[in-house]
């Protein structure tokens, strides 16, 4: 089974239209892959609905990082009671 960065970096790929592999977890959606504030909402969707789980979507537009949404997006995990 997939981890969750790895499941966050190919919903960010294929969001994004970009190569799983050129995704790394340091990067930031916005400076670095070129996520403009559409993309980041469908972004937000797409986290949820891949998870199960739902976000506040403030909270999950202020992640800027792939690795930090993986945190993020394990921490709404747990608390929804979602097993990743």
């Known amino acids: 089974m997939s981890s969750v960065l790895e499941r966050v970096i190919r919903v960010t790929a294929?969001?994004?239209?970009?190569d799983p592999g050129d995704i790394k977890p340091e990067q930031?959606?916005?400076?670095?892959?070129?996520?403009?504030?559409?993309q980041s909402i469908e972004l937000v969707a797409m986290f949820e609905e891949e998870f199960g789980i739902e976000m506040d979507e403030d909270e999950a537009l202020a992640v800027e990082s792939v690795g930090a949404a993986a945190e993020y997006i394990t921490k709404v995990c747990q608390t929804q009671g979602v097993h990743v």
């Open 14 to 18: 294929s969001v994004l239209r970009l």
């Open 28 to 38: 930031r959606f916005a400076v670095d892959l070129g996520a403009e504030s559409v």
